[in-house]
């Protein structure tokens, strides 16, 4: 007898199906997601003003943590789990602690709170044509002509010879006075106007105007400096040498703002890599209770390529773990070295969002595209890849399946097109350890001006790629 089959019915395929697309940030999304994208936005913004320098962004984070229940390491007790470490008033680390053991690794997410600015010299002020000034040194890549007639504020700390620090911020409040970088007025420039952009404003001009009245208001040999210095003694108790002692950054003043009608958009200085700072500090917060140890990294020097004790190309991190480890008593080399080659993290850092009116320093289909999501990028560095890290296939596969479980919209990019310049980020160095790493960071347009954007849905996907690795992997 012939077994009778049941017919089947053919199933149609559709080729659609094979293919990718981007998904914009704002696409679908309802009202109640509307307004967690904006409420979200304001706790940025705010995050932003607060913490103009990575002094301030240490301070900012730590006062942040502690609301959450973290305690500085150094006064913390064996029972705690959640811990921060304070790395010279200029990079920091939260960690929460969910197991002890540390071999296994940790779930880590690095980013870096110094920005492009202008840097006071030890030697600053000086007179000139009866008017005082502050010389400069730039730090990071600026294009120079950005800074000049703009309001600056001064930041920093000065320590005197006897150890005394004191905090300055002036140009942030209503009634202080700000600062500027002069310009030469167009009808006398035409000699300037011929020079290309890196020469039409030079490291040597970007001093600061400070004042002009003079001491006892009687005209003599620096007697405007001396007036300036006789301020600064009476307000804040330091002299012209403290200045060598001194870290002191002009940043844009004022607070960071909504942009366009729609309030899409966030401008501020200091977005590269605040913004990832900020999503990372937020994402180890409300990822809740995970099975892994929870880490995030705050470093300094990465404009600068990542040098310096405080900096990702130094062992910061690996000091960061080994001093966790001996805290709970499970310090040992063999330990050290698996926890770091064992753990996962995201490189967290921005990369360029597409502008329109330079679309063709771009390669569209693997651009960062603005409001529509985190990038995800496998490699950067220049040309052929020089000087990167790029993240096994294996690695971007779970990061991406994580970031689609909580629906963050992210998008593939690459700092701008084949053998036009490049970046790097602090991946290759953090890879040494052996661990897995990948590079994910929110597009931003203006970047390393004193004016940079960001989109509002991009800040927040971000933030939800962040706490999705943390939950997931």
């Given at each position: 007898?012939?077994?009778?089959?049941?017919?089947?019915?053919?199933?149609?395929?559709?080729?659609?199906?094979?293919?990718?697309?981007?998904?914009?940030?704002?696409?679908?999304?309802?009202?109640?997601?509307?307004?967690?994208?904006?409420?979200?936005?304001?706790?940025?913004?705010?995050?932003?003003?607060?913490?103009?320098?990575?002094?301030?962004?240490?301070?900012?984070?730590?006062?942040?943590?502690?609301?959450?229940?973290?305690?500085?390491?150094?006064?913390?007790?064996?029972?705690?789990?959640?811990?921060?470490?304070?790395?010279?008033?200029?990079?920091?680390?939260?960690?929460?602690?969910?197991?002890?053991?540390?071999?296994?690794?940790?779930?880590m997410v690095g980013s870096h709170i110094d920005t492009p600015?202008?840097?006071?010299?030890?030697?600053?002020?000086?007179?000139?044509?009866?008017?005082?000034?502050?010389?400069?040194?730039?730090?990071?890549?600026?294009?120079?002509?950005?800074?000049?007639?703009?309001?600056?504020?001064?930041?920093?700390?000065?320590?005197?010879?006897?150890?005394?620090?004191?905090?300055?911020?002036?140009?942030?409040?209503?009634?202080?006075?700000?600062?500027?970088?002069?310009?030469?007025?167009?009808?006398?420039?035409?000699?300037?106007?011929?020079k290309g952009a890196r020469k039409v404003i030079e490291g040597e001009n970007m001093n600061i105007l400070i004042g002009s009245i003079p001491y006892s208001f009687k005209y003599d040999k620096d007697s405007v400096k001396l007036a300036i210095l006789d301020c600064l003694y009476k307000k804040y108790g330091f002299k012209e040498e403290d200045f060598v002692s001194a870290e002191l950054q002009l940043v844009p003043a004022g607070k960071a703002r909504d942009v366009g009608f729609d309030r899409s958009f966030v401008g501020s200085h200091g977005q590269d890599d605040r913004i990832c700072a900020y999503c990372a500090l937020e994402a180890i917060f409300d990822a809740g209770k995970t099975k892994e140890n929870k880490f995030a990294m705050f470093f300094d020097k990465e404009e600068i390529g990542s040098k310096g004790n405080s900096g990702a190309n130094s062992n910061i991190l690996e000091r960061a773990v080994n001093k966790i480890i001996n805290f709970y008593g499970k310090g040992n080399y063999n330990t050290l070295i698996d926890s770091l080659a064992n753990s996962k993290f995201l490189s967290s850092d921005v990369n360029a969002g597409v502008e329109p009116e330079w679309a063709g320093a771009f390669e569209s289909m693997n651009a960062g595209k603005v409001g529509w999501g985190v990038c995800l990028t496998k490699f950067t560095g220049v040309g052929g890849k020089g000087n990167s890290n790029e993240a096994h296939a294996e690695f971007v596969a779970k990061c991406r399946a994580a970031f689609n479980k909580d629906d963050a919209r992210w998008q593939t990019a690459e700092l701008g097109r084949v053998d036009l310049g490049g970046g790097g980020t602090i991946a290759m160095f953090i890879a040494e350890y052996g661990m897995q790493v990948l590079d994910v960071g929110t597009p931003i347009l203006s970047m390393h001006s004193p004016f940079e954007v960001a989109s509002k849905a991009d800040l927040y996907n971000t933030y939800l790629s962040y706490k999705a690795f943390y939950k997931y992997l």
């Open positions: 007898m012939v077994e009778k089959k049941a017919a089947k019915k053919a199933e149609k395929f559709d080729p659609k199906t094979l293919t990718y697309s981007k998904k914009s940030g704002w696409d679908g999304i309802n009202a109640a997601k509307m307004k967690e994208i904006m409420n979200f936005a304001e706790g940025y913004k705010k995050f932003l003003t607060d913490a103009k320098t990575e002094r301030e962004a240490v301070s900012t984070i730590f006062e942040l943590a502690k609301a959450k229940g973290y305690k500085n390491i150094e006064n913390a007790k064996p029972t705690d789990k959640k811990l921060f470490i304070n790395f010279d008033n200029v990079a920091c680390v939260l960690a929460e602690i969910n197991h002890t053991d540390f071999s296994k690794g940790w779930l600015r202008l840097d006071l010299k030890g030697y600053p002020l000086y007179e000139k044509e009866d008017m005082a000034y502050f010389k400069t040194h730039y730090y990071g890549g600026i294009k120079k002509y950005q800074w000049v007639t703009r309001p600056l504020a001064l930041h920093g700390v000065v320590v005197t010879e006897a150890g005394k620090t004191i905090n300055v911020v002036v140009g942030e409040d209503d009634n202080d006075p700000v600062f500027t970088i002069n310009d030469l007025l167009i009808h006398l420039a035409q000699e300037q106007m011929e």
